[in-house]
């Protein structure tokens, strides 16, 4: 059974950084395509980020584009979300999920494998 742990969550003050971390249990996700989205109390899941396996490929939400930054470490099979300039409006549970290769990574069917979520908050 594969696993995807997300760490990193926490509160945090408005202005302020996280990074989080995500890592798949099996080393072969190095090859696959992983993504972050969130959902915030009474919000449905929302696309965040999405890195391609080779790295190559990134994509941003609007909302997060200039403060937020997706990357793969040099573990293949684990991602970061490095988030910047925190607004309380990115307050939410943040999901990682992995996929062999994203056509659509701002759907949430695209992806195969979820992990169970890690809780940020950002105090005004």
């Known amino acids: 059974q594969v696993q995807l742990v997300e760490s990193g969550g926490g509160l945090v003050q408005a202005g302020g950084s996280l990074r989080l971390s995500c890592a798949a249990s099996?080393?072969?996700?190095?090859?696959?395509?992983m993504v972050w989205f969130r959902q915030a109390p009474g919000k449905e899941r929302g696309f965040v980020a999405a890195?391609?396996?080779?790295?190559?490929?990134?994509r941003y939400a609007d909302s997060v584009k200039g403060r937020f930054t997706i990357s793969r470490g040099n573990a293949r099979n684990t991602v970061y979300l490095q988030m910047n300039s925190l607004k309380p409006d990115d307050t939410a549970v943040y999901y990682c999920?992995?996929?062999?290769?994203?056509?659509?990574?701002?759907?949430?069917?695209?992806?195969?494998?979820w992990g169970q979520g890690t809780q940020v908050t950002v105090s005004s």
């Open positions: 099996r080393r072969t996700f190095g090859d696959y395509s």
């Open positions: 890195i391609s396996g080779s790295g190559v490929i990134i």
């Open positions: 999920a992995a996929v062999i290769e994203f056509t659509t990574p701002q759907t949430m069917g695209a992806w195969d494998y």
